[in-house]
């Protein structure tokens, strides 16, 4: 699906490991590459692969707005902004193995899942929406959701268009609401608003329900996916938000309430006129709510 | 005083360990890769046992603020099931290379087969081309033979000397293995290897240029504080600091340091640990335990610092 765009990837991870790598290391990782692309059974991936930090060092990149968009351009969704060079490394030489037999391809690419560290999940997590045969790797990364190592868990569900593409509904779900449930914010997800289905409004109601009776709060980011699937359950959640204290709560239900089409929603919605004013002239949206989340 | 225990087998050792290790001024490890003391009949035992090595092992380890490094390889016995043998070096390049990993090792003899030799060259040829150092294990029988085949084999793969470390050594092949410009290690292994008043007898005569003193502490009857007995016996019978420092600290480091994956400052900059830190959602605390976070400090007292 991708191969077509590959080149030009690896040409533009090329010029961002280029800016930030030594010499020596931009020699190394090209004889390297050179070596993966004419390799027949893989082998010739393994030992350059888990060896790049020692060769290339795991400096963080820092990417202009310019590149950043080229990324996603590139590939829409395709976020590199806190990489590596390590990880820069490994993608490119990812990149280069002989895709044409997807078997092979596949068989290689999950060996290396198989016996990954930390650093190495990280960065082949994070390669999936670049990879051909994305289809090949979706219980991989169904299973990688169930990691406890951070940072695996957010190569996967945060800056990464894969999850979206990919996941059947059930494994998405989990993802969002385990998103929550570490305290990572949901504005990192691609395709969250898109996404959204009325069994995750309804785990997620439950577990506002379920903080509430242990007299917890729950982050206002959550009634996002729920919005658009309010109905007369749901509602009483909304209600309840508009009767906090909480001035970010009320702006969260107003915004849950803008994207739905329950005519219950929009009336309470219009009990609340500047909030709306604020929703329809954009000075409030869920990036506002986001940033307040963080900051919170 | 500082110490490293260049081999000890942790996976076969208790918290209690790692603690008194920790007290005694231990301040780094290497876990060679080795046989479990029952061979193992599938492929995927190894790799999760190398898995281990690099993932559990290492953060069990810093929760009691010892840095541990390993060594990965098949080990000479289990190189005899030739089929299983030929799977495990599939998997060898996959593992090598990971962070953290200071060599091929512990590799070589044990029976001194046919099969033994095909498998120590080919884990030769590896670490050569992964640039690595070797942990060479010598046999337990027809020894002093075992380990200068083990030397002249490494010669014949142009192995650099200085990249390889010969362990488990003894009186008769010291002069050998130094000659050669090998690394030699002994091990301290009460009533088999090595015993530490032997020890100090052995640094009076050669010195403490290239000698290096560990536990290899296992699932046996072992003392994982060998290395710090041993020096302190050391200090009792007159050997200097400089010396000590030498063998049960320096020379590991220069030696296994080659790899580029073991450096000074990895333990000397964060001395504070968190025992309420948990990996694949396990903590190697128990129910109602109280984590000890921040700073460490050694308190070296011992039982008895000879080991026979």
């Given amino acids: ?296 | 005083m500082r110490f490293i225990d260049p081999h000890i087998h942790m996976t076969s050792r208790t918290t209690d360990d790692y603690a008194a290790m920790q007290k005694a001024g231990i301040v780094a490890i290497i876990e060679p890769a080795f046989w479990l003391g029952q061979p193992r009949t599938e492929l995927g035992s190894f790799k999760d046992y190398y898995s281990s090595l690099i993932g559990w092992e290492r953060f069990r380890a810093s929760q009691f603020g010892i840095k541990h490094y390993c060594t990965i390889g098949l080990n000479s016995k289990e190189a005899n099931n030739e089929a299983l043998a030929e799977e495990v070096m599939e998997l060898l390049p996959l593992f090598i290379c990971k962070e953290g990993v200071v060599g091929v090792g512990e590799i070589g003899y044990d029976d001194q087969t046919a099969a033994e030799d095909k498998y120590y060259r080919l884990q030769l040829d590896l670490a050569k081309e992964a640039n690595l150092p070797v942990q060479i294990h010598t046999p337990h029988r027809d020894k002093k033979a075992g380990t200068i085949r083990s030397m002249e084999v490494a010669l014949e793969h142009k192995l650099n000397p200085h990249m390889v470390i010969v362990d488990h050594n003894n009186e008769e092949t010291v002069r050998d293995v130094l000659e050669r410009g090998f690394w030699a290690a002994f091990t301290i292994y009460p009533n088999t290897k090595m015993g530490n008043e032997r020890m100090v007898e052995i640094v009076k005569q050669y010195g403490s240029e290239r000698i290096i003193v560990n536990s290899a502490a296992d699932w046996g009857i072992s003392d994982p504080l060998a290395v710090p007995k041993t020096a302190s016996l050391m200090l009792e019978q007159g050997i200097s600091i400089d010396d000590i420092h030498k063998v049960c600290y320096q020379n590991a480091l220069d030696s296994f340091g080659q790899s580029g994956q073991m450096k000074e400052s990895d333990w000397m900059d964060n001395t504070s640990i968190d025992q309420s830190q948990k990996l694949f959602n396990n903590s190697i605390l128990r129910g109602g335990q109280l984590p000890t976070i921040g700073e460490i400090r050694t308190n070296p007292i011992f039982d008895s610092n000879i080991i026979r």
């Fill in chain 1, 1 to 296: 699906m991708y191969s077509n765009i590959l080149p030009t990837t690896i040409a533009f991870l090329e010029q961002l490991f280029n800016r930030q790598a030594t010499p020596e290391a931009a020699k190394w990782l090209k004889e390297k590459k050179d070596l993966v692309k004419s390799s027949e059974t893989g082998k010739e991936l393994y030992l350059p692969f888990s060896a790049a930090p020692r060769y290339v060092g795991k400096s963080t990149l820092s990417l202009t707005q310019k590149e950043l968009e080229q990324a996603n351009q590139l590939r829409k969704g395709f976020t590199p902004r806190h990489w590596t060079t390590d990880q820069l490394a490994r993608t490119i030489l990812l990149l280069s193995l002989p895709h044409e037999n997807a078997d092979n391809y596949s068989k290689t690419i999950l060996k290396l899942f198989g016996t990954a560290d930390m650093g190495e999940l990280v960065a082949l997590y994070a390669a999936l929406p670049l990879l051909p045969h994305p289809e090949k790797f979706v219980a991989q990364a169904t299973e990688g959701i169930r990691t406890n190592m951070g940072n695996v868990y957010e190569a996967i569900a945060l800056n990464n268009p894969y999850p979206s593409e990919n996941f059947t509904e059930a494994a998405w779900n989990q993802m969002v609401l385990k998103t929550i449930f570490t305290g990572k914010s949901l504005q990192k997800i691609y395709g969250l608003d898109e996404r959204t289905n009325s069994d995750l409004a309804r785990m997620l109601s439950d577990y506002a329900h379920e903080r509430w009776a242990a007299g917890r709060t729950v982050t206002p980011e959550l009634w996002r996916p729920v919005g658009p699937h309010i109905n007369q359950t749901i509602i009483r959640d909304i209600k309840k938000l508009f009767a906090s204290q909480n001035e970010t709560e009320h702006e969260a239900a107003a915004l849950a309430c803008a994207q739905s089409g329950y005519p219950e929603a929009q009336a309470l919605l219009n009990q609340h006129p500047l909030l709306k004013l604020k929703i329809s002239e954009g000075q409030l949206n869920w990036s506002h709510i986001s940033q307040k989340a963080i900051t919170a």
